[in-house]
């Protein structure tokens, strides 16, 4: 008897917490973000790219496709090559998370990676590729490839490793 009340008590108690509510919503400074980029320009671009950041970290992948789609079309438009690698880059990562064609994710990705290569190296450079070097992992990894996918790991974070030393300098410096 005691053990059905115990187990009828933690039902009621978790009851609440599995019923709580699913409906995402962008944070409001993010749509601020955008309403305040309403041109498809470069800022509506970058704009775009941080909504896509927080959901991808928020792990939203499927509200995400309405910023992926936008961005892929403002890429084309603006012709700017790291707006599209980006752009490829958050493609490949939706078709990855939302469960589809993994090979297409990687085409997707690796387009990200040729662009971003010829990009000068800078901060914003640096960090997308280590996006890219990560993602592709992810695509290896699915296709049971775990030494291409390790590879890949372990050079977005030599790049990273790279990129925090540089900064780090550039800190001292300024002190």
Do not use: W
Not at 65 to 89: G, H, M, N, Q, T
Not at 111 to 123: C, D
Not at 148 to 168: F, Q, R, T
Request: aromatic share 6%; hydrophobic share 40%; glycine share 2%.
């Amino acid at each position: 008897m005691k053990t059905h009340l115990l187990i009828i008590l933690l039902i009621l108690i978790s009851f609440p917490l599995c019923a709580q509510e699913t409906d995402f919503r962008v944070p409001d400074s993010l749509i601020i973000l955008l309403e305040e980029n309403p041109d498809p320009d470069q800022k509506r671009a970058e704009a775009l790219i941080t909504i896509l950041q927080y959901l991808s970290i928020e792990r939203h992948y499927f509200e995400s496709r309405p910023y992926v789609e936008e961005l892929a079309v403002l890429a084309d438009e603006l012709k700017d090559p790291y707006i599209k690698a980006a752009s490829d880059l958050s493609t490949g990562c939706l078709i990855i998370e939302t469960g589809n064609d993994i090979k297409q994710a990687f085409k997707s990705i690796n387009n990200a990676f040729i662009i971003t290569s010829q990009l000068p190296k800078n901060e914003k450079s640096l960090s997308l590729m280590v996006k890219i070097y990560n993602s592709m992992g992810v695509c290896h990894s699915l296709l049971g490839m775990e030494a291409d996918a390790y590879e890949c790991y372990i050079k977005g974070i030599e790049i990273n490793d790279k990129h925090l030393e540089v900064i780090i300098r550039q800190m001292l410096c300024k002190v």
